[in-house]
């Protein structure tokens, strides 16, 4: 077991790293300068295998270890940034207005860099790792690219593991759950449609303003009456729309938003019931709907045997009292879903202390997490692959 302490040089190396990626942030598909620095720190450290372009910015590299055959197993780490102006007035702030590391993909790149730099150098394992750095997480998409396009068949990946960081969770600690870990993503649409006219007339028009606040009422109820409360599910009505103006009632309103779910069959009841109940509304006050329903991303879920060995392995890094392994799943979600369908896989959360909450303008990376990443991928491929 290679202790936090080891990995000391390495931290301030993959400090420099992360603080240039937070410094020139770039969004979902187009990572031309982050890939490049990362394929270009990738090929200097000796990776036996570097393969670029896959959809259309990622990378994988292999490095095989020098104790003779075995299996695959990949770690993943996501790179794309947000289109958020930065407000943590560190000195290494984005240096792109409107771009920033919002979410700490910087920090996950850079330990994962970490991680490649001592596992070339040492070599102490069994068969190979796959390090995947993927683009357009915020997207939703890369990972389902990058498995859609062979990585997992191409490089005979038998296990996959995710990292990320968890504001509020103490550096130093790591957090884990079997099972689900973050909720599925639905996103729906509901067009409103009444008949316009003067807004001095309401009572000859069909107001589909009036409407579509039923409707939101109604979204709501279908949550806190139609619903066990010890499930999750959660209905956010995030945009609406209308063309209308002081003096004018609109024919249509759009109403937009999603859905987030632990279970399929809450995504099933979601879409049934809020077409049912949004078209039983308007009917009620004599208009219409059209409803669109989009299943955009799956729950993320931890598989049994990988959360085992990703709790045993946090536990002899940091101790067993620094790891919750119980921590309840997130309604946010995650496109490492797509990963740990095609292959058995776990994702665990590692503190970044008590800083501001991801996607928000005052957030950044916690370097003093640095060493516990890099301490965790190297234990995890030492101790998966060991001789």
């Given amino acids: ?64 270890g020098n104790r003779g055959d075995g ?75 990058m498995v859609k396009e062979g990585i997992m068949e191409r490089y005979n990946i038998s296990r996959v593991f995710g990292m990320h960081n968890e504001p509020g969770v103490d550096v130093g600690k790591f957090a884990i759950c079997y099972g689900t870990i973050f909720a599925a993503l639905d996103e729906f649409d509901i067009t409103v449609k009444g008949r316009g006219g003067h807004a001095a007339e ?77 078209a039983a509304i308007a009917r009620g006050f004599g208009g219409d709907i059209e409803f669109k329903y989009r299943r955009y991303e799956p729950v993320t879920e931890n598989h049994p045997d990988e959360t085992s060995i990703a709790i045993s392995v946090a536990r002899n890094v940091v101790g067993a009292d620094a790891v919750d392994e119980k921590f309840p799943p997130s309604m946010g979600t995650e496109d490492f879903c797509y990963m740990a369908q095609a292959r058995p896989g776990a994702y665990i959360l590692i503190g970044n202390g008590q800083t501001a909450a991801l996607h928000n303008a005052a957030y950044d990376f916690n370097d003093d997490a640095i060493p516990y990443g890099i301490a965790y991928w190297i234990n995890l491929v030492e101790t998966v692959l060991a001789p």
Avoid at 29 to 51: I, P
Avoid at 114 to 122: E, I, R, S
């Fill in 71 to 145: 299996p695959t197993i990949a770690l993943r780490a996501d790179m794309d940034a947000l289109p958020i102006l930065e407000a943590s007035n560190k000195p290494w702030s984005s240096m792109r207005e409107g771009l920033m590391h919002g979410c700490g993909h910087d920090g996950h790149t850079a330990m994962l860099l970490g991680a490649a730099k001592y596992l070339t150098a040492n070599r102490d394992f069994r068969g190979s790792a796959a390090l995947i750095f993927q683009p357009a997480e915020e997207d939703g998409r890369g990972a389902q690219r």
């Fill in 202 to 278: 309401p009572h000859r028009n069909v107001d589909p303003i009036v409407i579509s606040a039923q409707i939101i009422l109604g979204l709501q109820t279908l949550v806190s009456r139609g619903t066990d409360p010890l499930q999750s599910l959660v209905i956010s009505v995030t945009s609406l729309t209308a063309n209308g103006a002081y003096n004018i009632i609109p024919e249509t309103v759009k109403i937009s938003g999603t859905v987030r779910s632990l279970k399929e069959d809450l995504r099933d009841y979601a879409e049934q019931n809020m077409f049912q109940a949004a």
């Fill in 1 to 64: 077991m290679r202790i936090v302490e080891t990995f000391e040089e390495l931290r301030v190396e993959a400090t420099s790293w992360r603080r240039h990626l937070h410094q020139h942030p770039e969004l979902d598909y187009r990572l031309t300068e982050t890939a490049k620095f990362v394929a270009q720190k990738l090929e200097s450290l000796g990776v036996d295998e570097l393969e670029t372009g896959i959809a259309e910015t990622g990378i994988v590299a292999l490095v095989r």
